[in-house]
């Protein structure tokens, strides 16, 4: 979809406004073009389709555990549109069919960029990786930390900001779902021995 700079520099501009916020001034004069840039290039990944990264496929005979961790990636809360951020771990065991690994890497940038929930994105990256590798199984495993968590929340009661609380979310695929040694081994690599990190 196509955006409308102009259109959406006036929207911050007018909700600025309409909370008190004289946009006028000095130092706020290009307060609603940075926050309208800014949010365009958090959403760039709405019209990428993350299967593309996954498509060149190589024949390979190995058969055993791959795991890439901590990839960085920044993305933005559908419901509060302020970031989330943290790390992606990917494990995957082949069937005849490995890419580059630097892919499992711009596909976690890619589908970062846009507004979405911490779960679906985990899920999207494991349904992307289990169609189009085919492997034995796959596993995604997200760790965020959620801004919106950090200024705490209506029900807080006077309780300090949750600035230590951060989200796991898992996608599990084939014999990672069906079977604990494969999950115990990946999580046990993943964590450094705490396999029940999650």
């Known amino acids: 979809m196509k955006s409308n700079m102009k259109k959406a520099e006036k929207s911050v501009r007018e909700m600025l406004e309409a909370l008190g916020i004289d946009s006028t001034k000095e130092e706020l004069k290009e307060t609603p073009r940075r926050i309208a840039d800014l ?4 959403s760039e990944g709405l019209d ?14 190995h058969n055993e555990l791959v795991i890439v961790k901590d990839i960085e990636f920044v993305s933005t809360c559908e419901h509060h549109f302020w970031p989330f951020f943290g790390v992606v771990h990917i494990a995957y065991i082949p069937q005849h069919r490995i890419v580059g690994l630097s892919k499992f890497i711009s596909a976690v940038r890619a589908v970062s960029r846009k507004p979405q929930i911490q779960e679906r994105m985990t ?9 189009c590798l085919q492997p034995k199984g796959c596993m995604v495993v997200t760790e965020a930390i959620h801004t919106c968590m950090l200024v705490g929340g209506r029900y807080d009661y006077g309780f300090p900001a949750h600035t230590k609380a951060r989200t796991v979310t898992s996608a599990v695929r084939g014999v990672f779902l069906l079977f604990s040694a494969p999950r115990e081994e990946a999580l046990k690599l993943i ?8």
């Open 123 to 131: 899920s999207e990256l494991a349904n992307a990786i289990d169609e």
């Open 39 to 42: 949010y365009r290039d958090m």
């Open 191 to 198: 964590y450094g021995g705490d396999s029940h990190a999650i």
């Open 48 to 61: 990428i389709d993350i299967r593309q990264f996954f498509k060149r496929i190589l024949p390979t005979e």
